[in-house]
């Protein structure tokens, strides 16, 4: 039991975190974008008017799953730990990049091509970074033997799943962030930049399908129990489908656009659910299940407990911010 | 020494903690003065302490940006370094790693919205109040990480049987007896380091011949949380002492080169030591003064480090790191006693420039012990990461790759050390504080 409660927990965090963050990191894609395309007044000021409030909030859905993972099945830290050094760190420096030029551009208030260009381009390198992690999840490409746990780093980049799971996430994040964006903008009423953002989101729609389908494909190889799991249960998958193409529909049709981006989320909510469901019980194949490695019942609870009590504390205040800054027609228009 | 794993990994995490350290006690410290501000600009219907908070806050959001970052840095490298250490802490003392994510949680989601709206309320005591969550959070992840590292010194709630953790109570793991006198000290260390460099830059200005009644409100506003917060370090200090002398006399007696088990015994500041002959040259001893700052009495026992086995030994230089820190801690309770002796008898002038002086080292004093008092815990805690249970040796990666990402994050932190200062202080002079009073419309 503990162990199920456990594992929702830390997917729905995560999903929490590819949310938002896809919409912070596309964000910052499409604000080097608009400088150098000189589009800067329509899509920047939205960008920047949402983003200012928020982007150290996103940052904590990360850590939040990271400590939670440990807690809930501490020996993940000794397999991926152990695995991840170099991709970690990598990552972790681009991540950090990210955020602190992020504050320096914004809080200290000089605007500079570097800065919007390292804010833009670690947007998209960071969660193809990160998409690795599923990737690698799926087994293969780490082995745990008498010497130690080790990534075979090579086989990661020669391998056709790993490649298309990357730019599986790279289109998600600019069609998530953009359908956002669309929104947001229209709730603003800046006509320009809803355009703008009208259109990526319909460009990008494609590609993000495109992929998925590529991704079930190359998974039906490179790990056939998955694939078979997720046939079976593809139910979720076509419900995803359905939610994209209403959707699509709508933002095409420029109508209900707040539904739109729902949608969207939806759309994402099963495909993640889908794949989050179906890969378990692994957490690393064939390694790692939540069954075996899950934290003695004792702190199981404990932390579930702190769990319910941090939520009370937290759900208002995620509120009150939605609806200071998101949700206030006011705001958002700039007033 | 390249391809030692162990080593390699222990610098590496010596340099991130190092770094993360100086944000974290700055971002801990800080927000209470905002808040502080805030509240007397309210109450006293007083632009100058409104200004105050508002220019504060810009600087504090920058630093908390970068502390967020080698935070987050942090939590990933702990387990990729220490993957074994991680695992184990996992099983344990995962419930204040957790709750610390829902204090940061908490913190983030307040800042962003105080720092947006300033001019949204009608009455500003409301934007007042939403600078308590920030006070609360960042206090709160700073206690909750202080508890984890109290565990790693004193490892309680668990029982370790051929290698598993069974019989687990978490809440006793968390309230472990090092916790008391470790969470309070660093708790007002933070704020002092807080308040002396709030000070130090109100110093600086009124040093430069700036005049104006701006920098005398927020200099003295932030002296008496000096003043407050030095005694109080100075008396947590003192119970920091206590608990070692009980709880891990090893530690104690290596930071004070401390031998023989002995009665009556003597402290030593400074000093060289030759190690074969356990002989001190160049010390300053103070009799007695080891007894009673370990047990309050002048003939207590003290234990020697000769009663442990010299492989269970900590390094002895962390003697140096002790005596700095105790050295700082007395230079900044004088100061900001003197100060106050000054400015409330008149005869005295409180903004005697060497005073100024004084207290603008005073500000990256404090940041040098805060690094001193963690060299002092951390090292004298060697061998063992879990005092007692595993040895740093047992739990470093594996992995060939740590001399790389030593590099890596070196030159990362080179990089964010040198944009910090220059950054803030081009925010701080472009707007200078004269012209936002004139303006006397001031928007973040
Ligand atoms: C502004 C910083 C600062 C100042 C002025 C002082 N300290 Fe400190 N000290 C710290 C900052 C610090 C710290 C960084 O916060 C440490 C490191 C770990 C900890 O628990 O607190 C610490 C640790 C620490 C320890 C080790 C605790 C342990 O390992 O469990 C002792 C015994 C003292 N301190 C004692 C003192 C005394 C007697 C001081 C007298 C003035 C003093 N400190 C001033
Ligand atoms: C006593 C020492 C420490 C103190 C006082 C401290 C305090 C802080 C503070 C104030 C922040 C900024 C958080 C925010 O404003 O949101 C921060 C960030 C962070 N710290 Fe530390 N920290 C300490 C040591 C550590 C250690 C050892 C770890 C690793 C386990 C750690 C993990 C983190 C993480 C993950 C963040 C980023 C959280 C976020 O994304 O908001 N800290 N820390
Ligand atoms: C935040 C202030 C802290 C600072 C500045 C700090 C500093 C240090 C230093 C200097 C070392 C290297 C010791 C050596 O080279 O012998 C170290 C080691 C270490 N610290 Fe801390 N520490 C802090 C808090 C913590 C906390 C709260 C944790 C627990 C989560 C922690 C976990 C570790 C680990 C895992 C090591 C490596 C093992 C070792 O060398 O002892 N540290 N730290």
Not at chain 1, 212 to 222: A, E, I, K, Y
Not at chain 2, 73 to 100: D, K, N, R, T
Request: contains cysteine; proline residues 4%; charged residues 10%.
């Amino acid at each position: 039991m503990i162990e199920y409660i456990g594992i929702t927990v830390l997917w729905v965090f995560l999903y929490g975190y590819l949310i938002i963050g896809s919409i912070d990191f596309g964000a910052g894609f499409y604000s080097f974008y608009a400088k150098i395309t000189n589009k800067k007044h329509t899509i920047r000021k939205v960008i920047d008017r949402y983003l200012s409030p928020v982007w150290e909030v996103t940052n904590v859905f990360l850590v939040f799953f990271m400590i939670g993972l440990i807690g809930f099945f501490p020996n993940t830290a000794y397999y991926y730990g152990t695995a991840l050094l170099v991709p970690g760190s990598v990552a972790l420096v681009l991540l950090s990049i990210r955020g602190s030029f992020y504050a320096f551009a914004n809080y200290g208030a000089r605007e500079s091509n570097v800065y919007l260009f390292l804010y833009g381009a670690t947007g998209l390198l960071i969660p193809a970074a990160f998409s690795t992690v599923l990737t690698i999840s799926e087994g293969g490409f780490i082995i745990a033997d008498e010497s130690g746990v080790r990534l075979l780093l090579g086989h990661l980049f020669v391998n056709p799943y790993s490649w298309i799971v990357v730019l599986l996430a790279i289109v998600s994040v600019l069609f998530i962030s953009a359908s956002f964006l669309t929104y947001y903008a229209n709730s603003a009423h800046d006509k320009e930049a809803f355009e703008l953002m009208r259109k990526f989101t319909l460009i990008w729609g494609g590609p993000t399908i495109l992929m998925s389908f590529l991704v079930f494909l190359t998974l039906s190889t490179h790990n056939p129990e998955h694939f078979q799991a997720m046939v079976e249960e593809s139910w979720i998958f076509v419900l995803s489908l359905l939610s994209f193409l209403a959707a699509l529909w709508l933002i095409y049709k420029k109508q209900q656009i707040g539904i739109a981006f729902s949608l969207v989320c939806l759309q994402f909510f099963f495909a993640f659910f889908g794949y989050g469901y179906t890969h378990l019980p692994f957490i690393l194949y064939p390694y790692l299940t939540i069954y075996e490695n899950i934290t003695s019942p004792e702190m199981g609870i404990t932390l579930i407990m702190a769990f319910i009590a941090g939520l009370f504390l937290l759900v208002p205040s995620l509120f009150l911010l939605l609806r200071l800054f998101i949700f206030d027609a006011e705001y958002v228009k700039g007033n | 020494m390249l391809e030692d794993p162990v080593l390699l990994s222990r610098w590496l995490t010596f340099i991130t903690l190092g770094f993360h350290i100086i944000m974290a006690t700055i971002g801990v410290g800080i927000p209470i003065f905002i808040s502080i501000a805030e509240l007397i600009g309210i109450k006293k219907k007083d632009h100058h302490y409104i200004l105050l908070a508002k220019r504060w806050t810009r600087g504090y959001t920058i630093l908390v940006a970068v502390g967020v970052v080698t935070g987050t840095i942090i939590g990933f490298q702990l387990s990729l370094l220490w993957p074994s250490f991680m695992q184990s802490a996992g099983h344990v003392i995962s419930l204040p790693l957790f709750m610390e994510t829902f204090a940061f949680f908490f913190e983030a989601i307040f800042l962003g919205i105080y720092l947006y709206t300033w001019d949204r309320f009608k009455n500003p005591i409301f934007h007042w109040m939403l600078s308590i969550p920030i006070v609360i959070g960042s206090s709160a992840s700073a206690f909750f990480i202080t508890t984890v590292n109290a565990f790693m010194n004193t490892p309680r709630g668990f029982d370790l049987e051929n290698g598993a953790f069974t019989n687990v109570q978490p809440f006793v793991a968390m309230f472990n007896p090092a916790m008391p006198s470790k969470v309070s000290h660093v708790l007002t260390t933070a704020y002092l380091t807080g308040a002396f460099i709030l000070a130090a830059i109100a110093a600086f200005h009124l040093l430069r011949g700036k005049t104006h009644i701006y920098y005398k409100k927020a200099l003295h506003l932030a002296m008496i949380g000096c003043f407050v917060f030095s005694v109080a370090t100075i008396v947590n200090g003192d119970i920091s002492g206590k608990f070692l002398a009980y709880y891990q006399p090893e530690k104690l007696a290596a930071a004070e080169w401390h031998f023989e088990t002995t009665d009556r015994a003597k402290l030593l500041l400074g000093g060289i030591l030759n190690e074969d002959e356990q002989e001190v040259k160049f010390g300053i001893e103070i009799p007695y003064a080891l007894s009673i700052l370990a047990f309050n009495r002048p003939s207590a026992e003290v234990i020697g480090l000769n009663d442990f086995p010299q492989d269970l030994w900590p390094p002895l230089y962390i003697h140096y790191f002790f005596n700095l820190m105790i050295m700082i801690g007395m230079f900044l309770a004088a100061v900001s006693f003197i100060y106050l002796v000054f400015y409330y008898f008149n005869r005295f002038n409180s903004l005697n420039p060497w005073l100024l002086r004084a207290i603008l080292l005073g500000g990256p004093m404090a940041i040098l012990s805060i690094e001193f008092g963690w060299i002092l815990t951390e090292v004298g805690r060697q061998p063992w990461i879990l005092r007692g249970y595993l040895k740093v040796a047992e739990t470093a990666t594996t992995s060939g790759h740590v001399f790389e990402m030593l590099i890596l994050f070196s030159l990362l932190y080179l990089a964010l050390g040198i944009l910090l200062p220059v950054i803030l202080i081009r925010l701080f002079t472009k707007k200078s504080v004269e012209s936002e009073i004139d303006k006397h419309h001031i928007i973040l």
